[in-house]
């Protein structure tokens, strides 16, 4: 089997292990949360708990706390606990993170170059279904 994607070829098998990797990081991602907090911490940089979840906006305290839980287990947020009274917490993107967010400005550039384009066809598409 080729291994073709983002115009790469390559004879080489797909590596199960990598391919699943992908497919997780991809569902990841695609949650739009995580998308959220990379942008959010890249802007902003370290933020405590609550800022973070004020910036991002819309976010429950729990989908905060589940979505920064997974970051950190993937490497892509530290998270610093101070011990202090009362106590805070910390969250910085990692060297990992800030690649993923990168990674992720090809979207956007992608979503800025086709705007008018993807606007048309889904005027296009919601006229057709009016007329049916």
Do not use: N
């Amino acid at each position: 089997m080729l291994y073709e994607w983002a115009g790469r070829k390559s004879a080489q098998p797909i590596d199960p292990a990598l391919e699943a990797l992908v497919r997780d990081i991809i569902g990841k991602i695609a949650d739009k949360w995580t998308m959220l907090i990379i942008e959010t911490l890249d802007a902003h940089g370290t933020l405590r708990f609550t800022e973070l979840g004020h910036k991002v906006g819309d976010i429950s305290q729990k989908m905060l706390t589940k979505t920064l839980r997974q970051m950190e287990a993937d490497g892509l947020v530290t998270r610093t606990v101070h011990p202090v009274v009362p106590p805070h917490v910390d969250y910085a993107l990692t060297d990992l993170g800030r690649g993923l967010g990168a990674a992720f400005c090809s979207v956007w550039t992608w979503a800025e170059a086709h705007y008018d384009d993807i606007e048309q066809s889904r005027a296009a598409f919601a006229a057709r279904q009016g007329a049916v």
